[in-house]
């Protein structure tokens, strides 16, 4: 069985790594925003390229928390409009819900899933404040047309970055350097993956960056004395360690993920299945390989029968979730057909050429 994703096999390469940092950890005896936090986010943010990183507990809270930084510099207020892609997971809209803004949802384009740029332009009002642009399965949305419309009509621009750690735009910078401020997800089978929650917020903005960091943390701005009224939002130091020790092979895991996706793309030959656009370059590093299908259970059902794991991002498109009834009545065609037909195949730095070649061979034979 050539499994989805081989958790345990990505980390048994760090074991040793990570008994030397479990055990630092136990000896310092300080396990929350301690010596290792401090070194990641500095070198995370020296990785993106960005001033400031902070770590929170996790990618929904570092959106939430930039939304609520802002707000906390009057640059956002109660209701503002925040545009979102209609076809992202449920944590963008759940963070711009929970800062008390309103998301619009845009319907997509079914080449990157990013915004259909038409009607993201034609969908700002006088309310909108924000532009979130999700950098899905790991592909760097248009970001120069976004980033110029937003100019054009003084938005911020907040990445929505969980799946793209390491991805770089054409003009040189990475994932999380685009716009205003970007949110990251260290879930466990992100490209760079804690071994539990975490998550950061990366910014070039001072002001922005020391807000958040109060709200993540009570709000306190020394000890025992709290300006804000703020959150318990915080890396934790072991996973902090953790992220550390795996940090330095992320651009190697990614270059990997490159190769096995232009295997996929070279050599998957089947009229039934379509392939994801792929430019060549380094803005994609394939958190995930999604491919579409118009008999997707019948297709489910063929690869867990020739031992190939698979899994569905996402099944049900957001304004379809019963916990987000007030978009229940909006219709996004090419949202719904994209959630209706995407499949994700293994997608891995630890797979083997044999096990590609393998995956390759069963979908070709479909």
Excluded: W
């Excluded at 070194?39 to 995370?44: E, G, L, P, Q, Y």
């Excluded at 248009?142 to 990445?159: C, D, G, M, Q, S």
């Amino acid at each position: 069985m050539i499994k989805f994703l081989d958790l345990k096999k990505v980390n048994a390469r760090f074991e040793p790594e990570f008994d030397q940092v479990f055990r630092m950890f136990l000896d310092s005896g300080y396990y929350i925003l301690g010596g290792q936090y401090k070194v990641f986010i500095s070198a995370f943010a020296k990785y993106i390229g960005t001033e400031y990183c902070i770590g929170v507990g996790n990618g929904l809270d570092a959106l939430h928390l930039i939304l609520e930084g802002y707000k906390t510099l009057g640059r956002l207020s109660k209701g503002d409009e925040v545009i979102i892609a209609s076809n992202t997971y449920i944590a963008t809209i759940l963070a711009v819900k929970q800062a008390g803004l309103t998301p619009v949802l845009v319907e997509a384009e079914d080449t990157t899933f990013s915004f259909d740029l038409a009607q993201l332009e034609a969908a700002i009002t006088q309310k909108t404040k924000a532009i979130m642009p999700v950098h899905l399965y790991g592909q760097i949305v248009p970001i120069k047309k976004i980033t110029t419309l937003a100019k054009k009509h003084n938005l911020l621009v907040i990445e929505d970055a969980a799946q793209a750690h390491g991805a770089v735009s054409s003009n040189g910078k990475k994932a999380g350097n685009l716009g205003d401020a970007a949110g990251f997800s260290f879930y466990p089978t992100k490209n760079l993956g804690a071994l539990g929650d975490g998550g950061a917020i990366t910014t070039n903005d001072a002001a922005l960056a020391k807000v958040v960091g109060q709200l993540a943390n009570y709000g306190t701005s020394s000890k025992y004395v709290n300006e804000l009224a703020g959150f318990n939002s915080r890396l934790d130091e072991l996973q902090a360690a953790l992220l550390l020790a795996k940090l330095p092979s992320l651009d190697a895991d990614n270059q990997r993920r490159r190769e096995i996706a232009n295997a996929y793309l070279n050599e998957i030959e089947n009229h039934k299945i379509t392939l994801p656009f792929y430019s060549g370059s380094d803005d994609h590093v394939f958190h995930l390989f999604v491919v579409r299908m118009s008999n997707r259970e019948q297709f489910e059902r063929y690869l867990n029968e020739n031992e190939i794991g698979s899994l569905i991002h996402y099944p049900i498109p957001p304004h379809k979730q019963t916990a987000l009834t007030e978009f229940k009545d909006l219709s996004f065609p090419v949202c719904e057909a994209i959630h209706n037909t995407v499949v994700s195949i293994p997608m891995s730095p630890v797979m083997t050429d044999q096990e590609v070649m393998q995956v390759i061979n069963v979908l070709n034979k479909y």
